[in-house]
């Protein structure tokens, strides 16, 4: 696969989001989920993350801030919900610079002859709010960051 695909059907207030990688499901859920990766992944190339806080457990709170090269921040923010896992991740997303606008995340991981193919589904409160995330530029963000894991899970596989 090796390529982003995102859909975001009309009238629905989903956007499901696929990628294979070239690396097992236990290496792509340690990218996913190891604060000190995903630091190193996470967001558009030009911004930098620090990661306040990611505790990757049921009720488990996270934070990460980017930052552009201006120095501007942009905070983000959730809860997981379950135990996370590859077969299953549960979580909340929300953008501090939109607050009150909270989108649910289930995320799988699906171990196919040492690659895997990761699925997110992603729930928006209205199909507004959905479009309004899609107008903001997450399409470049996304496809940034799926580059940029695809490159550290080469590396982390020597």
Known sequence: MGETRI????GQP???IEREFAAPRDLVFRAYTDPEL?????GPRE???TVDYY????????RYVQRDPQGNEYGFHGVF???PSPDRTV????FEGAPGTVSLETLTMEERGGRTLVRTVVGYQSVEARDAVIAAGMEHG????HERVAELLTGLRG
Do not use: K, M
Request: glycine letters at 8%; a negative charge.
């Open 55 to 62: 505790e990757v457990r049921d009720g488990g709170r996270w």
């Open 38 to 42: 995903l630091v190193r992944w996470l």
């Open 81 to 83: 919900h379950g135990t």
């Open 91 to 94: 979580q909340t997303f929300e």
């Open 47 to 49: 911004l930098t993350t």
């Open 7 to 10: 859909t975001a059907e009309p």
């Open 142 to 145: 996304l496809r940034d960051s």
């Open 14 to 16: 989903l956007i499901t």
